[in-house]
């Protein structure tokens, strides 16, 4: 089993970027396929972000693809959500989340699909 913690978060102006990022610990994180989540206030968490264990696989849900992009580094066991063109939308706790997965190129959309979570870390974008 791994442990997640994200970090990165904070508050940040319309327009902006931060990068967050999902420490992994525990087993080596190349088994795992990995991904993103967020929760807004009032509303449930919803997938935003997904890479497969080999790196090679992303997809994006349609809100924002082409502002994110989600990348890791197995070696120093560390995943990151690049973030750009942030706007008040965007403002919510943001959760890394981890899955075993035995096909290298395995990306996974589905909460329920995922074994671990990370406590999150807060994104407030202000307009």
């Known amino acids: 089993q791994v442990q997640l913690v994200e970090s990165g978060g904070g508050l940040v102006e319309a327009g902006g970027s931060l990068r967050l990022s999902c420490a992994v610990s525990?087993?080596?994180?190349?088994?795992?396929?990995m991904g993103w989540f967020r929760q807004a206030p009032g509303k449930e968490r919803v997938f935003i972000a997904a890479?497969?264990?080999?790196?090679?696989?992303?997809s994006y849900a349609d809100s924002v693809k082409g502002r994110f992009t989600i990348s890791r580094d197995n070696a120093k066991k560390t995943v990151f959500l690049q973030m750009n063109g942030l706007n008040t939308e965007d403002t919510a706790e943001y959760y890394c989340?981890?899955?075993?997965?035995?096909?290298?190129?395995?990306?996974?959309?589905?909460?329920?699909?995922?074994?671990?979570w990370g406590q999150g870390t807060q994104v407030t974008v202000s307009s």
């Open positions: 989340a981890a899955v075993p997965s035995s096909y290298s190129g395995g990306i996974y959309y589905q909460e329920h699909q995922y074994d671990v």
């Open positions: 525990g087993r080596t994180l190349s088994s795992y396929a």
């Open positions: 890479i497969s264990r080999s790196g090679v696989t992303t």
